[in-house]
Structure formats: structure tokens, C-alpha cells
């Protein structure tokens, strides 16, 4: 069964619909040119009212290790998701306990993939525009034959039409989206969440 994560959460109403619909993990952007980003206290609050066996991801893009750690603590979020340019080392430093991002051209380096000390990678569009939550996709032939031990989360320009095409290619471990569902920033729709969550678990 394929995993659902709903990424940009930034209102208790989205977060528990969310989960209602089946989703299994929710992300929080703290990365402050984000346009979905949120205040740590701020996700909190939501945090603190999300039901158990749900698990709550921060999301940071080139930023140290000192704020990651100290938002994780006013936060209480349980994994972080590393976004940008980060490096190995920096996953080290976290105890492993944490997602990679790649952003993804027009091929993958199975040496870079591996080279992360993190369970999962998340493969996601490279853009100029930014950082994730572009709506771009790229083209998941490349993932079809990768060789690595990574648990893959596919995202970039997933959509309620595409994501079950998307499974069938990848066969990823989870999936991960914020702007295929929103009507817009930082708000989603709950027509295309709950579309979205229907398509997953029915194509699988």
C-alpha cells in the first residue's frame, strides 16, 4: 500500500480532513521564502490536535543544524525532511532520522542517491522557481530502473489524473504533494484531496 503524505499543511481544518480522507503523514514548511510556510508554534498547535499513528514532517531548505533542531523542538514534529542542497554529513549529524530530497533533471546518480545515511529519498522536479511545490513533474521513466536501497517517495507535479499512472511506473514507497491539491496557497481543496487519496489507494 502506498503512503500519502500531504505536504504544505497550514490550518488545522486541511490537516484533519486530511486524515480523515486516509493520508498517513502531513508536512510542514519551515523554510521562510516558502509560500506555504508556517511558525513553529503555529504548527504546534495543529500537531497537538492531530489524532495517534499519524506522522507530522518538517521540511527545511539549506538551513543549519542548530535552527532545524531547535525548530523540531518548538514544533514537536516526529521526521525532517531535508529540501535543498543539504549534504550527507548534515544527515549524519540528524542520526539518520530524516528524508533527503533530490531534484531531478533529466537523470538520477544512483551514487549520489546512495550516498545519503537517510531510509528514504524523495525525488522531486528540479526548478528555477523554487525549492518544491512547483506543480512541475519529470518523467518517472527515470526512477523505473534505479538501483538503490532507499525507500522511494515520489513527488513534483503529482495530481489526482496522474498519480496513479505515476504508482504503476515508480511503484514508490510513498507519495508526497501539496500544490496538486490546493485551491490555493497554503489552502487545499477537499474535492482534490479527497480525488487525490481515492486514486491512490485505488491504484494500487
Partial sequence: MTKIKICGITNIEDAILAIDLGADALGFMFYEESKRYI???EARCIISQLPPFITTVGVFVNQELDEINDMKEKAGFDTIQLHGDESPELCTKLGGKAIKTIR?????NSREVESYPTQA????????????????????EILKDLNTTKKIILSGGLSPENVVQAIQTVKPYAVDISSGVEEYYGKKSPEKLKKFIEAVRNGN
Avoid: A, H, Q
Fill in 39 to 41: 511558525k513553529p508554534l
Fill in 104 to 108: 531531478v533533471r533529466d537523470s538520477i
Fill in 121 to 140: 529519498i524523495l525525488f522531486d522536479t528540479y526548478s528555477t522557481k523554487g525549492y518544491g511545490g512547483t506543480g512541475e513533474s519529470f518523467s518517472w
